[in-house]
């Protein structure tokens, strides 16, 4: 069983930024392609996004390539989430997931792409 636990939500106001990690205690980040999802209230969950086992492929949501960006210290052991210009429609808990065995490509993967999942931390965005 793989362990992931994200932190770093918070609330912030309109226009701030919000780094989320995930770390995955014991186990190196570089043998799982890893992923942020989110689900907003009264929302099925969401891709945000996604990245490789070395850290070299990304892929995003749509709506979020411009002010999202997904990182990996291979070393450290733990995947980065920055998110930039917040906005009240991010409200969300963030998920953070991983699989051995998932690989980046054009395609949005969806939670079914990814066995292992984190509890979740709460952003919240005022207006």
């Known amino acids: 069983q793989v362990q992931l636990i994200e932190s770093g939500g918070g609330l912030v106001q309109a226009g701030d930024s919000l780094r989320l990690s995930c770390t995955t205690p014991?186990?190196?980040?570089?043998?799982?392609?890893m992923a942020w999802f989110r689900q907003a209230p009264g929302k099925e969950r969401e891709f945000v996004a996604t990245?490789?086992?070395?850290?070299?492929?990304?892929n995003y949501a749509d709506s979020d390539k411009v002010r999202f960006t997904i990182s990996k210290d291979n070393a450290k052991t733990i995947m980065y989430l920055q998110m930039d210009s917040l906005q009240p429609e991010d409200t969300a808990v963030y998920y953070c997931?991983?699989?051995?065995?998932?690989?980046?490509?054009?395609?949005?993967?969806?939670?079914?792409?990814?066995?292992?999942w984190g509890q979740g931390t709460q952003v919240t965005v005022s207006s």
């Open positions: 990245i490789s086992w070395g850290g070299n492929l990304t």
């Open positions: 014991g186990r190196a980040v570089s043998n799982y392609a």
């Open positions: 997931a991983a699989d051995p065995t998932t690989y980046v490509t054009v395609r949005k993967p969806t939670e079914s792409d990814f066995a292992y």
